[in-house]
């Protein structure tokens, strides 16, 4: 063989490679997604429909209150200066004392002494997990803790282990076991069943074995507590818990998340938490509607509303005959068992009208799907008997 047709057999050569390695990843691709259909379970995204909301994190309807837009755009007016960027991430140009304010008035409404704001409530805990435990650390979860922190306890390289849910037992056999620096990371209200942590008897163990405890109040804030405070603020353990992730996109019908705890922690984690560090700041109109949320959140007593759609709920769906979850928040679990049938109902509901969404394996264990039924102040009480009515046609 010649050098020229040396040169040209190996160029063939490099271009099948690289062919073949592009088809394999196009394959790869192809199959796990022809896999999600085949379980049921594949994602797709829809556009808003126009049924009966029963499935938004928007509890208290926060998201589209006229009184909180009015109060949102006067705060624009006000501030006729504000750029529609925030220009870089806090550490760089994006930091203002607006911000600064906030996240001191947001502390001190749940009583902790500093906190720090993070673009979502995912960011706020892998960046809270990644960075607070080290290697030979250990960091204990709930069988059900949400996505957000598994990802931020992988990222950590710290031990981990898992215990069953709501079961301190089971917590304190893993913490006899726990290396390290010993993190416990619990929901007070979870996110599948709107059961709530037993954050008590959790707090009382994290003392015992010198653990840090963790409580991501998404579900809780606005909906429990004193004032919608949350849960920690209703067990009084706010200068127990070393870190609460509040977010800001389920009742306050906003967007982004806050860690509150020590002002230690909060320089701690504008140093260490990489999801903070290296990501631009939320711009102007984000923290004002955040500001504004917890206004409105004290302006009128939204809890009682909630309250009284659960209770309605809850007197209806006694009868249905499947299990409900134990619930006292806003939401609901109907375990329905199995993705087809589920997702059979939840079509089912959409034709009759209710938008309540189908939660699938892997999302939930095999055998635990379920529909999540998500109340709000503004669902009307027919809306609620309506849905309660279709699901006993149907089930
Ligand atoms: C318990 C819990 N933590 C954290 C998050 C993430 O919050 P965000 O939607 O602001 O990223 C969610 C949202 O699904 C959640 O349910």
Not at 193 to 198: F, I, T
Not at 305 to 321: G, V, Y
Not at 328 to 349: D, F, P
Request: some cysteine.
């Amino acid at each position: 063989m010649n050098i020229e047709s040396g040169i040209v057999y190996s160029a063939a050569f490099l271009f099948l490679v690289k062919y073949s390695r592009l088809e394999s990843i196009t394959n790869h691709i192809k199959a796990r997604l022809y896999q999600r259909e085949l379980d049921n379970a594949l994602r797709v995204l829809r556009p808003p429909a126009s049924l009966v909301d029963f499935c938004s994190n928007d509890y208290l309807g926060f998201a589209s209150s006229a009184r909180l837009k009015e109060m949102v755009l006067a705060g624009l007016d006000a501030n006729p200066g504000y750029t529609t960027g925030s220009t870089g991430s806090r550490l760089i140009s994006g930091n203002d004392t607006f911000t600064e304010d906030l996240e001191q008035q947001i502390a001190d409404f749940h009583q902790e002494e500093a906190g720090l704001i993070f673009n979502s409530g995912y960011a706020a805990n892998v960046g809270l997990f990644s960075s607070l435990a080290q290697r030979g650390d250990t960091i204990i979860t709930d069988e059900l803790i949400h996505a957000s922190v598994i990802d931020g306890a992988r990222m950590s390289h710290a031990n981990k282990y898992i215990f069953k849910h709501n079961d301190p037992g089971s917590l304190e056999e893993k913490l006899k076991v726990a290396k390290g620096r010993i993190y416990i990371a619990v929901e007070s209200v979870y996110s599948m069943d709107g059961d709530e942590a037993p954050l008590n008897e959790i707090a009382e163990l994290a003392e015992k074995y010198g653990a840090g405890l963790i409580v991501d109040e998404a579900h809780a804030v606005g909906i429990k507590g004193p004032g919608g405070r949350g849960c920690v603020n209703l067990h009084g353990l706010q200068n127990t818990a070393l870190a609460r992730v509040i977010t800001f996109g389920k009742a306050l019908g906003c967007h982004g998340a806050i860690v509150v705890g020590s002002r230690a922690l909060r320089s701690y984690l504008i140093n260490f938490a990489r999801s903070f560090v290296y990501s631009t700041a939320a711009a102007f109109y984000t923290h004002l509607s955040v500001k504004m949320a917890y206004q409105y959140l004290q302006e009128t007593d939204h809890q009682v509303s909630i309250e009284k759609k659960i209770s309605l709920f809850q007197a209806l769906s006694r009868h249905l005959p499947v299990a409900i979850s134990d619930s006292q928040s806003a939401i609901q679990g109907i375990i329905t068992c199995g993705n087809e049938r589920t997702k059979g109902l939840s079509l089912k509901l959409a034709s009759h009208g209710f938008d309540v969404r189908a939660i699938l394996h892997p999302t939930v264990p095999a055998g635990k799907e379920r529909l999540r039924v998500c109340l709000h102040t503004f669902n009307s009480d027919e809306e609620i008997s309506g849905l309660i009515n279709t699901l006993q046609n149907h089930l």
